[in-house]
């Protein structure tokens, strides 16, 4: 029977359906083994991790229970810019400890990268997507993030190629797109940078036509932040220190200059968590390798994917490229100091290259694109080793990823003073707050081998804590956005305007650099005194703290009605994507009962 063919029971099905059957197997089997590959790279970066304890670097803490606060909403005296994540964490940790927590989210960040612009890359074999999984989750944007512990801009990062993919769906009109969409976003709005980049992505992959849409989108997810932010902005509290924007500047690593650092996905301001292999000769033939995949990928993706979604995605680049290098560029400079001094929230556009992500993934996009038109020129089995080497280049370049970066991220376990500390407040039904001397913001403690690290305090103890937030970055001390926080810190030395300002515990900690007043402290109470953690009690009265614009009762109203519309549309969106799932299992049942 002609354009039939016959099964094994005897029963004839159409050729055209055999070939269907083997094509998604095919396919199957190619997503099984790059999500694998992904997952081991993964493993490949972040080994050490796994084991017991909790990786305490710069500004990652994670904590065995994370407390559900006012702060953790927004509400707080703090500009929110862990919210909604101190939440979300807060929740999770009810019913997962903080250390697996920490592990599965770093695991999950740098596979979703890897994964995301293996599955996004238009290629047509598996080789060229594994080109474009390393160049994208093995680079140095990767790496500097990392050490410096923005695991949430990751997370964001890891996000970026599904969102593209979904608004590429969407632009096409393709069903479930907005679902997915929404989804896809979810996990990097939980921070405002990590919303603003999923914005980004959006916006370029959906195309104008669906900009009203995309943009009420952002708006919507991105709500949890924005808005206590501009209840924050409205008390006169959300200007940054202009001397901020010069702090946090793209930095040189090598010949070339800030702008070539960051043309190779480098040039963070910390000098401190650049890999050590980011330096010399290497930085400009990084960023020449990095510049031409760039290049190349926005006129293969025009021919593949039409010139819209192309060009949208180039011009997204661009406009990261120029968010990382303006504080680096006399004019913009400066446009971009008055921005951040007069505009609440702007803040967020100082540490520019963390805006180079989105430059990142047309690079990656573009590598595997590439690897694959080289392959087409070169003749087997030399067409198998030319890809291989461009999947292995980026491992090459950056060995110093490897392995928590050679022992940068070691776990740790809390000494003992940590939970004492926490049960103490958690079972005493005095008012206050509780103050964290030294005031300073970051420690470095002798049981974390003195890495530096940010207070855990506010994460792990059951009331508000008030930790000085005036950053010194190279010397230079930038001034602080809390006002009640500076406000306690004038009164450090003074128990008694303690306790006028809502403060009713004073915690230090030992061990780490920065002083304290022995007369302040003789006149506390002591509750615990161990070898890490010393607790006091201000004596006296203790007075309510103060609220604010955002304690008030219409504004816990807002935020938290804001907060539960959002998950109320994630739930949405989920259900809808399940639904499809559902029906199409349903649909695929019955056919195969009917053939039957």
Not at 19 to 36: H, I, M, P
Not at 121 to 145: G, I, K, M
Not at 571 to 587: D, E, P, Q
Request: glycine share 12%.
């Amino acid at each position: 029977m002609p354009g039939r063919l016959r099964t094994g029971c005897g029963r004839a099905l159409p050729a055209h359906t055999v070939a269907d059957e083997a094509g998604t197997e095919r396919r199957l089997d190619r997503r099984g083994l790059l999500a694998g590959a992904c997952a081991l790279l993964a493993l490949v970066v972040l080994a050490p991790v796994l084991a017991p304890g909790y990786v305490l670097t710069y500004d990652m803490v994670f904590t065995p229970r994370q407390p559900l606060l006012a702060e953790s909403v927004g509400l707080g005296s703090a500009l929110p810019r862990a919210v909604p994540v101190d939440a979300v964490v807060a929740l999770f940790t009810t019913v997962v400890p903080g250390d697996l927590l920490q592990k599965a989210l770093l695991l999950l960040s740098v596979w979703l990268a890897a994964y995301g612009a293996a599955r996004l890359v238009p290629a047509q074999s598996t080789a060229p997507r594994l080109v474009a999984a390393t160049a994208y989750a093995w680079n140095a944007y990767v790496a500097e993030r990392l050490f410096i512990g923005h695991w949430v801009v990751l997370l964001a990062y890891g996000c970026l190629p599904w969102i593209v993919a979904a608004g590429l769906r969407v632009r096409r009109g393709e069903p479930g797109g907005w679902p997915a969409l929404i989804l896809a976003c979810a996990p990097a709005a939980l921070v405002p940078t990590g919303g603003v980049l999923a914005a980004g992505a959006a916006i370029a992959a959906a195309g104008r036509r669906r900009l009203a849409g995309t943009l009420g989108l952002a708006v919507a997810l991105n709500a949890p932040w924005w808005l206590p932010g501009l209840l924050h902005g409205l008390a006169g509290n959300g200007g940054s220190d202009p001397a901020a924007v010069d702090a946090f500047a793209a930095r040189a690593e090598g010949p070339g200059g800030a702008v070539v650092s960051v043309l190779g996905l480098g040039g963070i301001w910390n000098a401190d968590v650049v890999p050590g292999s980011r330096g010399g000769a290497l930085v400009p033939v990084v960023a020449l390798l990095v510049l031409a995949a760039g290049a190349y990928g926005v006129r293969r993706l025009a021919a593949l994917w039409g010139p819209g979604p192309a060009l949208a995605l180039g011009g997204l680049a661009a406009a990261g490229l120029v968010l990382a290098v303006a504080a680096t560029v006399p004019g913009l400079d400066a446009a971009l100091r008055w921005t951040v001094v007069h505009l609440p929230g702007a803040g967020l556009l100082r540490d520019g290259q963390k805006w180079a992500a989105w430059w990142a993934l047309l690079a990656a996009l573009g590598a595997g694109l590439g690897a694959e038109a080289l392959a087409r020129v070169v003749r087997a089995p030399a067409a198998h080793a030319v890809v291989a080497g461009c999947a292995l280049l980026p491992l090459a370049l950056l060995p110093d990823l490897a392995w928590g970066g050679f022992g940068r991220l070691q776990p740790v376990d809390y000494p003992r003073d940590w939970s004492a500390v926490r049960a103490a407040l958690a079972n005493d039904e005095g008012p206050g707050d509780v103050l964290v001397l030294p005031f300073q913001p970051f420690r470095q403690y002798g049981w974390n081998d003195e890495r530096t690290q940010l207070d855990p305090a506010p994460r792990f103890l059951p009331r508000s804590t008030i930790v000085d937030d005036t950053l010194v970055v190279g010397g230079r001390a930038l001034r602080g956005e809390d006002r009640r926080a500076a406000e306690i810190g004038a009164a450090v030395d003074d128990p008694a305007r303690l306790a006028a300002l809502g403060v009713g515990w004073v915690l230090v900690e030992h061990g780490t650099p920065g002083d304290v007043d022995p007369a302040m402290l003789a006149r506390l109470t002591t509750v615990h005194d161990g070898r890490w953690l010393t607790l006091y009690r201000v004596p006296g009265p203790i007075e309510d703290a103060p609220t604010g614009a955002t304690g008030t009762t219409a504004a816990r109203a807002a935020v938290l009605g804001t907060d539960a519309a959002v998950l109320i549309l994630l739930l949405a969106a989920a259900g809808v994507l399940l639904r499809r799932r559902l029906l199409a299992g349903t649909f695929s049942s019955v056919a195969e009962r009917g053939a039957n």
